[in-house]
């Protein structure tokens, strides 16, 4: 029979362009968020963190905001490359739950050359 | 860079049968996890493990499952009655702190195990 996977949403973006990721996350307690990327066949490269007493965070060439009124977060990719084409998962972490991450679903970006 | 790394790469196996999937976290981290990740679907977290026992540990972490770090490099993951619904990627991870301080969690490049 036919397997029920994920519909990854798709962000499609030239080269050079910058990026925005989003995610929405539901548990009100989560106090800590990371993003990780992942290429075909590797496993979660970490990106960036941040925890919920921020409300920005940069890397390099990349930002993550958090907004917790809304309970959302994005990833902002800054002169998008060709090496960044993965998909990117957000994962929160409730403070009781110990060192669990819950991770979202993913978005898969595709750099146009 | 230090990284995690897990062997085999890929491991077959017949529905019943015992598996053990191994991994080498960062050398200087103390907090070790399995997650898994079956095909088109998100990245779940099995287990945590710290200071010699397991921290926390999800629904899908029954009895069939058990992890063991039998030195001061190695962390094993086993499942002891393979079934079908196993099949998957399984990723480990360590961090040097718990989850919320330090720098994260950090992947492995998983093992995916295929139950026949």
């Known amino acids: 029979g036919e397997s029920v996977g994920l519909h990854l949403p798709t962000l499609s973006v030239q080269e050079g362009d910058n990026s925005i990721i989003n995610c929405a996350y539901s548990?009100?307690?989560?106090?800590?968020f990371i993003w990780y990327k992942q290429e075909s066949g590797k496993g979660p490269q970490f990106i960036i963190d941040?925890?919920?007493?921020?409300d920005k965070r940069q890397g390099q060439r990349v930002t993550v905001l958090l907004n917790k009124t809304v309970k959302h977060l994005s990833l902002q990719i800054a002169a998008t490359q060709p090496g960044d084409s993965a998909v990117y998962f957000c994962?929160?972490?409730?403070?009781?739950?110990?060192?669990?991450?819950?991770f979202g679903g993913g978005t898969r970006v595709l750099v146009k050359p | 860079e230090p990284e995690v790394t897990q062997t085999p790469s890929h491991q077959v196996t017949q529905m019943g049968q015992e598996v053990i999937l191994r991994c080498v976290p960062i050398?200087?981290?103390?907090?070790f996890y399995w997650y898994r990740q079956i095909l088109g679907q998100k990245v779940e977290f099995l287990v945590s493990?710290?200071?010699?026992?397991?921290?926390?540990k999800s629904e899908i972490f029954d009895d069939q499952f058990s992890v063991e770090r039998p030195d001061g490099s190695n962390f094993t993951l086993k499942i002891r009655s393979t079934k079908l619904e196993d099949s998957a990627m399984y990723f480990c991870?360590?961090?040097?702190?718990?989850?919320?301080?330090?720098?994260?969690?950090?992947f492995g490049p998983g093992t995916r195990l295929t139950v026949l």
């Open positions: 994962a929160e972490r409730e403070k009781a739950a110990g060192n669990k991450l819950t």
């Open positions: 991870a360590s961090s040097e702190y718990r989850a919320g301080t330090g720098t994260g969690q950090f």
């Open positions: 493990f710290y200071n010699n026992e397991i921290s926390e």
């Open positions: 050398s200087n981290h103390l907090y």
């Open positions: 548990n009100s307690a989560s106090d800590y």
């Open positions: 941040i925890r919920s007493n921020m």
